[in-house]
C-alpha cells in the first residue's frame, strides 16, 4: 500500500500521481510489497518462531520486515493462546480456577449479544466459528513499550521542529507538579531534572513503581507520579523509567495543547497511513486483539522487573527487588486483558499514556519504520533523480515528516552518563543486544513489556518489526529474550543470501 505525500509524489510505473492532500508529507517513494518469495527466503528466520511458539514462548506472532524501501516479509504465526486454553463452552482452558462464564470472567458488549465480550474469540464457540483466533498480518497487538518510540518520541521529535520543546528546559518547567512534593520530601534535584534527561532515561527517577495499586482514577495516578522520589541525581545514572515517559507524556501533552491519543492520530498515524494504530480501541475491535494476560486469579508477575523483561542491560535494573509483598500475584481487574492495554499504570490512566497504550499491527509499524529510514540521513529517498518526482496537486509547501539533522540527534547515543546505550527515546544496540549480531552501531530500536520490537539499521537501509503477546497468561514467559536475537540473525543472513 503506497504512502501519500503533499510535498512531493513519486509517480509508480504507469506515471500515476498518487496524493491524498490530507497528509503531512514524507519526501519518499511508497514502501513497495515485495513478500512473494519470502517463506524461502526467511525460511530459517520462520521456523525459529514456529518452534518458539511450539515451545510456549508465546502463543502468537506477527512479523514485517522492511529492506531497501521494500516491505520484503509480512508474516503471522500461532494462534491467539496455546492450544490448550481454547476452550469451548463446554471446556476449561488448563490453569484457570473455574469454568469460564461469559458476563462474569469479563464484560459484555452492549447490544452484541451475550456470547461476544472481550474474551470470547478464545473462549465460546459461536464467536471462534465467527472470527477465529488464528492470528493474521492484520491481527493488532498491544504495543506496550513501543508506545516510547512510536508515539511519545516522535511526538517529541515533531514539537522539537517546530520551536515548541527546548530538550534542555527543566521538566518543572512544564509540570510545576513535579516540585509539589510533600514538605518532608523536598528535592532540590528535582529542579534539574529537563525533558532530555527523562527522554534518555537519566533523570533519576526509578524504573517502575507499583502507582495503581493506590490511585484509582487518572488524576490521581498521575498526582503520584509527580511526587515519585528520585533515585540518583539526574544526569548520573542511566535507569530505564516508565515514570519518567509518564511526566514526559503529560509535558508533551502540555506543549502540544491537546491529548497524546489526538495529536498521534493527526501527526503522525494518519500522515504515515498507520489505519490500525491507535490507542484503546473500540469495542468491535477487541475480541480480534490477541489477549495479554489472565487476571481472574493473578497479575503479571513483577518478579522480573519490567526495565529487564524490556531488555535493559543488567546495570539498569533496580539495586533491590520489590519486596515479595509487592510481588505477590494478585487480582487488579479480575478479567482476562484483551483489546485493553495490560500495563495497569497506562489502564488507570485511561489507556492514553507516554509510557505505554498504543495498539498496532506489524505493517502500520514497518510503515512507520520505512518512514524513519526515509527522513534519516542519507535515506534512499534523496538518492532519487528529480526527474522522477513531480510536484504535488496540493498547494501545501510542508516539510518533510521529519528532517533528517532531527532523526539523527534523536537516534544517536547520548554521550552521558558514562555507559548508557540510551539515544533520546530511543535505545541502541549493546552487547549482547536484542538486536541481534548483524545490526550495525549506528542502529536503533526498542523493546515492549508484552513481547514486541523494532529495531531500525539505516546503514543496512533496514527494519524488523516482531509482535507477540508472551504476556500470556501471567506475564512469567521470559523466552523472547533468547529467541529474538536469533530471528533478527536469521533474517539478515536470509536477506544477504537471498537479495
Given at each position: ?236 545514572r542511566a535507569e530505564y523509567s516508565d515514570i519518567g515517559f509518564i511526566l514526559l507524556g503529560v509535558a508533551l501533552e502540555r506543549l502540544a495543547g491537546e491529548?497524546?491519543?489526538a495529536f498521534c492520530q493527526r501527526e503522525i498515524f494518519g500522515p504515515l497511513g498507520m489505519t490500525n494504530t491507535t490507542f484503546n480501541p473500540s469495542p ?82 514497518a510503515k512507520f519504520a520505512h518512514a524513519m529510514l526515509q527522513c534519516g540521513a542519507g535515506a534512499l529517498a534523496r538518492e532519487m533523480p528529480e526527474s ?112
Open positions: 500500500m503506497p504512502y501519500s505525500v503533499t510535498y512531493y509524489v513519486f509517480l509508480d510505473e504507469a506515471g500515476a500521481d498518487n496524493v491524498n492532500a490530507k497528509s503531512l508529507g514524507i519526501p519518499s517513494p511508497p514502501l513497495l510489497p515485495a513478500f512473494g518469495p519470502q517463506d524461502e527466503i526467511f525460511s530459517a528466520a520462520f521456523t525459529i518462531l514456529r518452534d518458539a511458539i511450539a515451545q510456549r514462548a508465546f502463543p502468537a506472532a506477527s512479523i514485517a520486515v522492511t529492506h531497501q524501501g521494500r516491505l520484503v516479509a509480512l508474516q503471522a504465526f500461532g494462534d491467539f493462546v496455546y492450544p490448550n486454553d481454547k476452550a469451548d463452552d463446554k471446556d476449561t482452558p488448563e490453569g484457570a480456577p473455574s469454568k469460564l462464564r461469559l458476563g462474569e470472567d469479563f464484560p459484555v458488549q452492549a447490544g452484541t449479544g451475550a456470547d461476544t465480550g472481550p474474551g470470547a474469540p478464545f473462549l465460546a464457540r459461536s464467536v471462534r466459528e465467527k472470527w477465529g483466533f488464528s492470528v493474521t498480518p492484520a491481527t493488532i497487538f498491544d504495543l506496550a513499550s513501543l508506545t516510547k518510540v512510536v508515539a511519545t518520541t516522535t511526538t517529541a521529535m515533531l514539537l522539537y521542529e517546530r520551536g515548541l520543546l527546548d530538550l534542555d528546559v527543566p521538566a518543572a518547567a512544564i509540570i510545576p507538579e513535579f516540585l509539589s512534593t510533600p514538605t518532608e520530601k523536598k528535592d532540590p534535584r528535582r529542579r534539574d531534572v529537563t525533558i532530555r534527561m527523562l527522554l534518555a532515561h537519566s533523570s533519576g527517577l526509578p524504573a517502575y513503581e507499583k502507582l495503581f495499586l493506590k490511585a484509582h482514577d487518572h488524576d490521581e495516578l498521575l498526582h503520584a507520579a509527580y511526587a515519585v522520589p528520585l533515585t540518583a541525581d539526574p544526569g548520573s491529548s497524546l491519543d468491535d475491535l477487541r475480541s480480534k486483539i490477541p489477549p495479554t494476560a489472565d487476571e481472574r486469579d493473578r497479575e503479571c508477575s513483577a518478579d522480573l522487573p519490567r526495565a529487564a523483561a524490556e531488555g535493559a542491560p543488567a546495570r539498569e535494573k533496580p539495586k533491590s527487588p520489590e519486596p515479595p509483598s509487592v510481588n505477590r500475584p494478585s487480582t487488579f481487574r479480575h478479567h482476562i486483558i484483551q483489546g485493553e492495554v495490560q500495563d495497569e499504570n497506562a489502564s488507570v490512566l485511561g489507556g492514553v499514556a507516554g509510557h505505554a497504550g498504543l495498539f498496532s499491527t506489524a505493517e502500520d509499524i522522477q518526482r513531480v510536484r504535488s496537486n496540493s498547494q501545501r509547501t510542508t516539510t518533510p515528516f521529519l528532517r533528517p539533522e532531527t532523526v539523527s540527534l534523536f537516534t544517536r547515543r547520548e554521550a552521558a552518563p558514562q555507559g548508557t546505550s540510551h539515544a533520546l527515546g530511543w535505545d541502541t544496540p549493546s552487547a549482547p543486544s536484542q538486536s541481534g549480531k548483524h545490526f550495525s552501531p549506528n542502529s536503533y530500536g526498542h523493546l515492549g513489556y508484552t513481547g514486541t520490537s523494532l529495531w531500525i539499521d539505516p546503514t543496512r537501509h533496514l527494519s524488523i518489526t516482531l509482535l507477540t503477546n508472551r504476556t500470556w497468561p501471567d506475564c512469567s514467559n521470559q523466552a523472547v529474550k533468547q529467541i529474538r536475537p536469533k530471528f533478527h540473525d536469521a533474517i539478515v543472513e536470509g536477506l544477504d543470501k537471498g537479495f
